[in-house]
């Protein structure tokens, strides 16, 4: 009789072992996804801030852009006045 207790004592401490480790696994298993879908998630929204964040720069320098080039032409318009009265009033003194 002995025997047969020890023996389904054992068994029974071998199942639960078994139990056991499966349990801790599974819950290692689901924290590492649950950390990896974190991750990614974090992630995601970087890389939605950072194109925003390039999309606005992008507009500011092309409103930049535009500006520059209205201020070459208005820096080319008034250079050429000033040529054309430069020419005016010291190449055509006999006029």
Do not use: P, S, W
């Not at 929204?45 to 992008?58: G, H, M, P, S």
């Not at 070459?72 to 005016?88: C, P, T």
Request: net charge negative; hydrophobic share 40%.
């Amino acid at each position: 009789m002995e025997l047969t207790i020890a023996l389904a004592i054992t068994i029974l401490n071998c199942v639960l072992g078994v139990v056991t480790f499966a349990n801790n696994r599974k819950k290692d298993v689901v924290g590492e996804v649950k950390e990896e879908n974190k991750e990614k998630v974090v992630d995601v929204a970087d890389k939605k801030l950072i194109e925003y964040r390039l999309e606005q720069v992008e507009k500011k320098l092309d409103k930049i852009l535009e500006k520059l080039d209205t201020y070459d032409k208005e820096i080319e318009e008034r250079i050429n006045k000033a040529f054309e009265e430069h020419i005016k009033v010291y190449h055509n003194k006999g006029e």
